[in-house]
């Protein structure tokens, strides 16, 4: 099992830039593919980015293409998602989630996640 405590989030004006963090405890990284979702409000929540267990394969939403960068540091069991060039659309609840599927699985939808964090707000003004 993991725990998942997402962080980084804010207020930030249209063109700029946050980086959120996700520090897991439990089983390390290597066990799971992770995956960034958001849910803006009265939406569903919608796939943003994901990397594979082995790294290998990583999938980004065409809407944060060239944008968004997800990244780990498997020494501080942590996963990052570099947001740039941030757009009023982009705001959302973001959640981090972990797989625990084969070694070059990339999951875009929710029931392939077991495990989710709370939860950081992003807010981008225009």
């Known amino acids: 099992q993991v725990h998942l405590v997402e962080s980084g989030g804010g207020l930030v004006q249209a063109g700029g830039s946050l980086r959120l963090s996700c520090a897991a405890s439990?089983?390390?990284?290597?066990?799971?593919?992770l995956g960034w979702f958001r849910q803006a409000p009265g939406q569903e929540r919608e796939f943003v980015a994901a990397?594979?267990?082995?790294?290998?394969?990583?999938y980004y939403h065409d809407s944060v293409k060239g944008r968004f960068t997800i990244s780990i540091d498997s020494a501080k069991n942590t996963v990052y998602l570099q947001m740039n060039s941030l757009k009023p659309e982009d705001t959302a609840v973001y959640y981090c989630?972990?797989?625990?599927?084969?070694?070059?699985?990339?999951?875009?939808?929710?029931?392939?996640?077991?495990?989710w964090g709370q939860g950081t707000q992003v807010t981008v003004s225009s």
């Open positions: 989630a972990a797989d625990a599927g084969s070694m070059a699985a990339v999951g875009v939808f929710t029931y392939e996640y077991d495990y």
């Open positions: 439990g089983r390390t990284f290597s066990s799971y593919a």
């Open positions: 990397i594979s267990r082995s790294g290998d394969n990583i």
